[in-house]
């Protein structure tokens, strides 16, 4: 007997899964749970994936379905981990609970190097591991450092097209092959979730504005953040568009709805903003945006990449700079976003759905930022990234680096050694600030 353990957080990674059963990507199986894990800060107060409208059609390519903050209670599954010695029972203890006897057990995972997905792999040592990504991060490089044990057993790594000729960095420093979803399959899958949206309000190709909320994340302060969902309303009717409809992520305050709807009044702008937790493929699907602006969600690599959408991106230039450390795994996503898509503010390079870096040039910075970011992960990366420097590096491409990080790897860009008191030195870095917020002012 062979079960397969199939362990999502998210309703659209349910979508990816179904979508590569559908597909024929998972060989037969006796039998299938979905493991569902809520990572919500507070999960007791937050509803899981299966409660969320559309799940029903696609609870049907399951044979159970399994709470995994449930069977570990009281522990948080983003925060707990099996120690090494209690292994054993801990799998004695799931195949216990979850009825899987003597069976064979084969694994599909989100994020492989956190947990729950590690702490999931571990314990049921020597299972194979099938790793799938519905986002961005996959393109960027493995966060951590894996126990060999737990690496060696992937066997591939599962992910949508959302960059179509763009390679994945996850996993690579053991060889796992990438292996891409059928793009027609997960359109057709997201199509059955249409009727989720049957609550929504009857709105005809609106502005349709993304929210993250990047402050709980400490990237951007709330008053930051606030003023980037303003900046995008701003942008959306400067190009024109009076109807805008505004998706909040679902933990983000009521407060920052409130900022836009006095921005809407003075612009005459007609704002919609969504209290009802659909995806945003759906409004895709019910809506046919006139334009989807974000910041760097992946959601508008999905509009773009999977229904054909105008795009536009705003604030990520601020992010590349505010994200710290610069390994920082949201980094390759907003590298990714802000080479590719138009700015909002630049009107021609959105009309035209001009493309700032074609995917050969792109693929190339991916890869020098993977390295700078995990060098010790991906040390056969470091000749190519030198390579790439030297010939590369501009005012323009600069941005994607920092000077500190470049001079710590000795690479193409850094500082001279002569130099390199500099960064370390009180007196010049208070007067690099204050030439910095100078030039800031000016530019307001």
Not at 60 to 77: A, G, K, M, Q, W
Not at 93 to 100: A, D, G, I, S, Y
Not at 283 to 306: D, E, I, K, N
Not at 390 to 401: P, W
């Amino acid at each position: 007997m062979t079960t397969q353990i199939f362990q999502a957080s998210t309703l659209y990674g349910v979508a990816t899964l179904a979508t590569a059963l559908d597909s024929g990507c998972f060989r037969p199986a006796d039998r299938r749970i979905l493991l569902v894990c809520n990572n919500a800060t507070t999960p007791e107060t937050t509803p899981g994936l299966d409660e969320m409208p559309g799940f029903e059609r696609l609870r049907e390519r399951f044979d159970n379905v399994l709470s995994y903050n449930e069977t570990i209670f009281p522990f948080h599954p983003g925060g707990w981990s099996p120690r090494q010695d209690d292994l054993p029972l801990w799998e004695r203890f799931l195949r216990h609970e979850w009825q899987l006897g003597d069976d064979d057990v084969e694994l599909a995972v989100e994020s492989i190097q956190v947990n729950p997905s590690l702490g999931i792999a571990q314990i049921f040592t020597g299972a194979p591991v099938t790793v799938y990504a519905d986002g961005l991060m996959s393109y960027g490089p493995t966060r951590n450092k894996i126990d060999p044990l737990v690496g060696t057993r992937v066997d591939r790594v599962l992910h949508l097209d959302l960059v179509p000729g763009l390679k994945p960095l996850l996993l690579t420093e053991f060889g796992v092959p990438a292996e891409i979803v059928p793009t027609p399959a997960i359109t057709k899958v997201l199509a059955e979730l249409v009727a989720s949206g049957d609550a929504l309000p009857e709105i005809e190709e609106p502005a349709l504005l993304l929210g993250q909320y990047l402050s709980a994340l400490g990237i951007l302060s709330d008053d930051e953040e606030e003023d980037l969902h303003v900046r995008m309303l701003k942008g959306a009717a400067g190009l024109g568009h009076d109807k805008v409809v505004f998706k909040p992520h679902p933990s983000a305050p009521a407060r920052f709805t409130r900022s836009l709807e006095k921005e809407a009044e003075k612009l005459g702008v007609e704002l919609t903003v969504l209290d009802t937790p659909v995806l945003a493929e759906v409004l895709y699907q019910r809506m046919r945006p006139a334009l989807v602006v974000g910041c760097f969600s992946t959601a508008l690599l999905t509009a773009s990449a999977l229904y054909g959408l105008p795009v536009a991106q705003v604030g990520t230039e601020l992010l590349l700079e505010r994200l710290t450390p610069y390994e920082n795994s949201n980094r390759v996503p907003v590298t990714i976003v802000h080479a590719l898509l138009p700015e909002l503010g630049d009107r021609t390079a959105v009309t035209e759905q001009r493309r700032s870096m074609d995917v050969g040039a792109l693929g190339a910075l991916v890869r020098a930022v993977g390295f700078a970011m995990q060098p010790k992960i991906l040390p056969g990366l470091r000749e190519e990234t030198e390579r790439y420097l030297s010939k590369n590096l501009s005012e323009r491409t600069l941005r994607y680096f920092k000077r500190k990080r470049l001079t710590s790897l000795a690479l193409p860009g850094g500082l001279p050694a002569q130099l390199s008191f500099i960064p370390r030195n009180a007196t010049v870095r208070r007067m690099a600030r204050k030439a910095r917020n100078l030039r800031r002012a000016v530019r307001r």
